[in-house]
């Protein structure tokens, strides 16, 4: 039998991939992308200048593929058009910022959110409150206004932050997550949990020592 949503989302994905106005919306994304960067690589080059060491290691920015738009409108029951693109779905634009202490994490978000122009949509804390399987960042969702030719125009913008003991497991994890047979799955899951929570231990201890070496204490 043909399955006539995965052949319809296969159709939504080619229709995606080579029209003006879905390659316009990305456009869009992109610029947004391209602004909250901008934001998070001045206030790493002030707090650098500031602090003598820069708050994060790394930044990586990536828009949503057109099959993973497709999949992800399709997995959440939402239509597949641009309009529902725009309502549904928060993570088209995603920044992962990667820092070395968890202090920087909560300087370098809490400084974004208060400029001006930045309205925070969501907030999740999984390192204070971090996921059953141990998962740990901080994500924000934020809208950044774009000036285009002859609109301003409000985008969703998804913001990671972790450490890199963190993004170290969640790589490994995400590994995991999408490998389809796997011997002894329970086995692993729980070895991670215990990664996670001895990652974080060692988190806050390195944390503890960067305090002690910058207040002399
Ligand atoms: P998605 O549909 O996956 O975007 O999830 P969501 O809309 O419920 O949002 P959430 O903030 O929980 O997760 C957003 C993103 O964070 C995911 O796309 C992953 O990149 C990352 N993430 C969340 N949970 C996990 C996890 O348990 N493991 C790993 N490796 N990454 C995770
Ligand atoms: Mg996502």
Redesign the pocket.
């Known amino acids: 039998m043909v399955d006539e949503l995965g052949l319809f989302a296969g159709v939504a994905e080619e229709i995606f991939q080579n029209t003006k106005p879905y390659r316009e919306l990305m456009m869009k994304y992109n610029c947004a992308m391209l602004e909250v960067k901008t934001k998070l690589d001045v206030l790493n080059s002030q707090l650098g200048v500031e602090h003598e060491s820069s708050p994060f290691e790394s930044i990586h920015c990536r828009i949503k593929t057109p099959s993973s738009v497709v999949e992800?409108l399709k997995r959440r029951g939402f239509p597949i058009t641009l309009n529902s693109i725009e309502e549904n779905l928060?993570?088209v634009a995603g920044i992962r910022v990667i820092c070395s202490f968890i202090d920087d994490i909560y300087s370098l978000s809490e400084r974004l959110c208060a400029q001006d122009d930045v309205k925070v949509i969501e907030v999740?804390d999984y390192i204070k409150n971090p996921?059953k399987?141990g998962?740990r960042?901080l994500?924000l969702i934020l809208e950044i206004p774009i000036f285009l030719l002859n609109e301003k125009k409000f985008m969703r913008v998804?913001v990671?932050f972790r450490t890199i003991a963190m993004d170290f497991w969640?790589s490994l994890?995400?590994k995991v997550?999408y490998k389809k047979e796997i011997c002894d799955a329970e086995a692993i899951s729980s070895e991670l949990k215990s990664c996670a929570e001895e990652i974080n231990a060692l988190d806050v201890r390195m944390q503890e020592i960067k305090r002690k070496i910058d207040y002399n204490v």
């Open positions: 992800k928060n993570d999740k996921k399987n998962y960042s994500h998804e990671q969640a994890e995400h997550r």
